[in-house]
């Protein structure tokens, strides 16, 4: 998995997020950045997105977006669907214009430029092969418009000149070996209709591929497909990121398939970026509840919590763990699953009754009903070696007794905003200094 | 007979008395049938008869005589000045209002608000009743009286009359024919680009296809290509059919210079009462309207598959 490439590097973005200052102009701000990138390295196709706003006449479509994309990096924005993925995506292909703020890509303002300028490919939804054209033809074409001026497309050119036939010929090379390790050889002289979702999916990509792009755009280019192709043209897309280093940005609605392929990933929501880290400090560190609900296979468990001078309680029910500085009211405290753990002896935090069992193989998953703690269903997962200990002389239908991991719980203020005091120990707060420095 | 039960209804019984399936069908489709045999197959056949003899609208007695209509036909200038007409007036306004609704509908495509306004005036023509607009269009071409007159006097020029000289009025009915089709083909090819979705026009922008030409050429046109067959043949159709303008401004004339093969028929049926010429006259028309649509099926079988 490439999830752990991105450790150091959320604080780095976060730098650079507090650097991209919020008080200043665009314009400054755009040659801020500019000035840090020649002191960087030069030739690079990183992305930089500068207070990026979109419009559609009254309706506000992205809200300031604030994104910085390394180069040869798989990102994923993440978000549910009308969130403004799409539009994102086709701002920065050039679909449409801003309405206000800028692109840069490597350090080229690209705004100006339409998409064929910008070096960008795409594959589409619903990966949009031209239907009339061949397999072949469909990775020809781009190829052909970019090498050859109008007058040598047009036909009977390649018999008039040998220059024609030359870079023709070459054109033909390429696209042969950008097929070949696609599998799609075979399928060079079908047309799209007679081709499989996956093979369609391919050639999209084969299509994209050929004119080897700065940038690699991909907007839900799997949702058309059975979960068992999505699965292994998921690992085929991240192979051929790691083979190509191209910077990859990826659009998905699901959350699994962000976690599993990108190095970091922007969660979205209503036109905005909520959060941009790493696919784990996004499932650990959820910067809003918005998007640790939006994030992890099961959904998290929600408690409302009151904090009194330091001391947290779930409807009337003392926990152990304590929150000195965090301002006394109340709270949303959550906790991942596989993060609440069965407690023996006295060092339960609540104990709950059990609902329903669910084995599903490698864990199972207890549902219990959180009443006596003020919320809906509290779901537990465990190893089934530990549910096999757990349930020993005991029946469904009693009582589980929970303990919260420690530093596991998750507290969200009234507006939904992680509060960044931890219930960790000392030694903890020090290595996490630690990162920060890095 | 496992897999017909299972069509079936339940509680449903095979019907009794020996009738089958298929005789059931049979008679379903019968009223269908019989229509299309009384509306088209019967007149068909009557007129092919008539043609062969020497039938007078109002006589109460028919000679059988033969291919002598057909010969007749083919002796007469004026059969001859009619098809050469037709065919001239169908080679001027197929290819004009084909091309013009096809460039017309590439511009409207990319409009997002005004597209509605355009299509609803463009499509006013084909609505009205060309009878009472070839009134509006005689007073507009008129070389004396009409804006057109008071444009070229103001220019100095000399006036024209179109309906007046023989070949101008054959180009004003062929304007005419071209304002009338021009809405109908637009609307065809408008609903043929919506083939062409958001997402491919974004990938053939993308892919450097972002001039108009290129993007007729690689893909406008060859999606379009099923639809401008469609469009094609009927047009020509269209255009071969012209008589309500013909009867309206020229009456085939000045001397038989706008005489059309549909005028001709009505003519020489009904105010000449030849009725066994007018039928030979019909033949012939039919067999060209068949021939098009016979190409129409021909070529269209034969598009790409997509
Ligand atoms: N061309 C457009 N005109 C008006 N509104 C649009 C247009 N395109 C997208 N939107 C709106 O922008 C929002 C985000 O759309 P989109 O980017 O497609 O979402 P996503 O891809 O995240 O599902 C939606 O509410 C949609 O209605
Ligand atoms: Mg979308």
């Known amino acids: 998995m490439a999830a752990g490439v991105g450790h150091g590097v959320a604080p780095l973005a976060a730098a650079r997020r507090t650097f991209v200052g919020a008080d200043r102009t665009g314009r400054q701000r755009r040659s801020a950045v500019l000035a840090n990138k020649a002191e960087a390295d030069m030739a690079d196709h990183s992305i930089d997105i500068i207070d990026l706003e979109k419009r559609f006449d009254r309706t506000q479509v992205l809200k300031r977006i604030n994104l910085h994309i390394r180069d040869g990096e798989f990102l994923t924005l993440l978000g549910p669907s009308g969130c403004g993925k799409s539009t994102l995506l086709r701002l920065l292909a050039g679909f449409e214009p801003c309405t206000s703020g800028c692109i840069l890509i490597g350090d080229r303002d690209v705004s100006p430029l339409p998409p064929k300028a910008r070096n960008i490919a795409m594959v589409f939804q619903s990966y949009a092969l031209y239907p009339h054209m061949s397999v072949r033809a469909n990775m020809t074409v781009p190829l052909e418009m970019s090498r050859l001026s109008f007058r040598q497309r047009l036909p009977g050119a390649a018999l008039l000149s040998a220059k024609v036939r030359a870079i023709r010929k070459e054109i033909t090379a390429e696209v042969e070996s950008v097929a070949k390790p696609l599998g799609l050889e075979a399928l060079l002289d079908r047309k799209p209709a007679q081709l499989s979702g996956g093979q369609r999916q391919r050639v999209a990509v084969g299509r994209a591929m050929v004119r080897h792009p700065a940038v690699f755009l991909m907007d839900e280019p799997l949702s058309n497909l059975d979960a068992k192709l999505r699965q292994q043209l998921r690992e085929e897309i991240v192979d051929l990121h790691r083979r190509t280093g191209i910077t990859f940005i990826y659009v998905t609605h699901d959350q699994t398939e962000a976690m599993a392929m990108s190095d970091r990933i922007a969660v979205m929501e209503g036109g905005e970026i909520r959060q941009c880290a790493a696919p784990q400090e996004i499932y650990d560190r959820p910067d809003y509840l918005s998007v640790a609900r939006f994030v992890g296979a099961t959904a998290i468990n929600e408690m409302p919590a009151l904090v009194r001078r330091g001391s947290v309680s779930l409807n009337r029910q003392v926990l152990e763990m304590t929150l000195p500085g965090l301002a006394d009211g109340e709270y949303q405290l959550a906790v991942r699953p596989e993060r609440l753990h069965p407690a023996e002896g006295g060092n339960a935090d609540f104990s709950l009754p059990v609902e329903q069992v669910e084995f599903t193989g490698n864990e199972v998953g207890i549902r219990c009903n959180g009443a006596e703690i003020g919320s809906g269903a509290i779901r537990v997962q465990l190893r089934p070696e530990s549910f096999r200990q757990l349930r020993q002389g005991r029946h469904a239908g009693e009582r589980i007794a929970l303990r919260i991991a420690e530093d596991a719980a998750l507290i969200f203020d009234a507006s939904g905003r992680r509060v960044s005091v931890l219930p960790t120990q000392p030694a903890q707060l020090q290595e996490d200094r630690l990162e920060l420095a890095v | ?306």
Request: net charge neutral.
């Open chain 2, 1 to 306: 007979m496992n897999s017909r039960s299972d069509l079936e209804i339940p509680g449903q019984v095979t019907p009794k008395g020996g009738l089958s399936h298929a005789a059931i069908a049979q008679a379903f489709s019968a009223p269908a049938f019989i229509l299309l045999i009384a509306t088209v197959v019967a007149p068909v056949f009557v007129v092919l008869l008539i043609s062969l003899t020497d039938y007078r609208l109002g006589r109460l007695t028919l000679n059988f005589i033969g291919l002598g209509n057909y010969a007749r036909m083919l002796a007469d200038p004026f059969f001859w000045g009619a098809l050469r007409n037709s065919a001239i007036y169908t080679a001027v306004v197929v290819p004009v209002s084909v091309f013009g609704a096809l460039c017309l509908a590439v511009l409207l495509d990319s409009r997002r608000r005004s597209r509605r306004f355009y299509e609803i005036v463009y499509f006013l023509p084909v609505t009205s009743t060309l009878t009472a607009m070839s009134i509006v269009w005689s007073y507009l071409l008129n070389g004396h009286i009409g804006p057109l007159a008071s444009l070229f006097s103001t220019l100095g020029l000399p006036p024209l009359d179109f309906f007046a000289d023989g070949t101008l009025a054959l180009i004003g009915l062929a304007i005419i024919g071209i304002w009338h089709l021009i809405g109908f083909n637009l609307i065809l090819f408008l609903a043929g680009l919506t083939v062409i979705s958001g997402e491919l026009k974004e990938a053939s922008a993308l892919d450097g296809m972002d001039g108009f030409w290129d993007r007729l050429r690689y893909l406008t046109w060859p999606l379009l290509a099923p639809t401008t067959i469609v469009v094609f043949v009927l047009s020509c159709i269209q255009a071969f059919q012209v008589f309500d303008t013909v009867a309206v401004l020229t009456n085939g004339g000045p001397y038989g210079a706008t005489e059309m093969l549909l005028h001709k028929i009505n003519t020489d049926t009904f105010t000449g009462l030849k009725a066994g010429y007018g039928s030979a006259l019909t033949v012939v028309y039919l067999i060209l309207i068949g021939a098009f649509s016979l190409v129409q099926v021909a070529v269209g079988n034969r598009k790409a598959h997509f």
